[in-house]
């Protein structure tokens, strides 16, 4: 689902320890999903559409030069993307709030642009780690519980790479480099199908319509395709004027698209 995701096989001959590694790895994108999204249920972050239209594609044009300029299995950005990450990193160059969640919206699109700074990316981390945190206990409770009675070695060790995983999530993201030598970070995560209502109900805590406007939003009993949308976010990290920042850009394109150019969905309609 995930692109990050080192997809190893996870059947009974798989290597133990690779194993525990893929499930950790899907625990940590599962935990920065929740972390970027539940301002709304947790932090009263407000859904703000109307983000305009330039601004949107300015920040996605960063977004994609800068992810097309880093080396491979780099997340730090090269000197010729820093100018243009480091305004996507200040949310006062564009006149708008950090915290809550600016929207842009096209017939069947979604554009997001979420900005944390100062003690708000403090919590960010804070939650990530809880996050990861839950998900790896719940993992391993529910792996021991499901597989222990096999007592067959490569279950065994599996059950004991599981045990051993310590990840601390703000090394992972290399959080004390970008204090310390002013380094702009960005990873992206990937889904090709992403159901919206997760995403939104659950995780946002917020009505899907808010987010992808009342035409495209799924009706009272969605099929699988009028939940799928295409989801890649865009997580960059940096400081702007000696102040932690974090920039997230969305981009949702719905899967099965029968929206045409003249079908607007705009804020006036809702």
Known sequence: MFEDSENEADGPGADPAKRAIEKSNE?????????????????????KPGLDPDMARQIQRAMAKADKSRADNN??????????????????????????????????????????????????YERLQAHFDAGLNGMREEQRANNEWKQDESTLKYLEALDAIDVKLADRYLRQPIRDHDLVVLSTQTADE????????????????????????????PSESDLAW??????MRGMDDGVEAMCFFTFLQKTNDEFDEDDDDSESDD
Request: aromatic letters at 10%.
């Open 194 to 221: 992403i159901n919206i209502s997760y995403l939104v109900d659950h995780v946002m805590g917020a009505e899907v319509a808010d987010v992808v406007g009342r035409r495209a939003a799924p009706g009272d009993e």
């Open 230 to 235: 295409f989801f890649k976010l865009f997580l």
């Open 75 to 124: 997340p730090i950005l090269p000197e010729s993307a820093l100018t243009d990450a480091r305004t996507v990193l200040a949310a006062e160059a564009f006149g708008l709030t950090t915290n809550d969640y600016h929207v842009h919206r096209r017939p069947g699109e979604v554009m997001m642009v979420r900005w944390l700074a100062g003690e708000q990316v403090d919590t960010f």
């Open 27 to 47: 625990l940590r994108l599962h935990a920065e999903l929740a972390a970027v999204f539940e301002g709304c249920r947790k932090f009263e972050a407000d859904i």
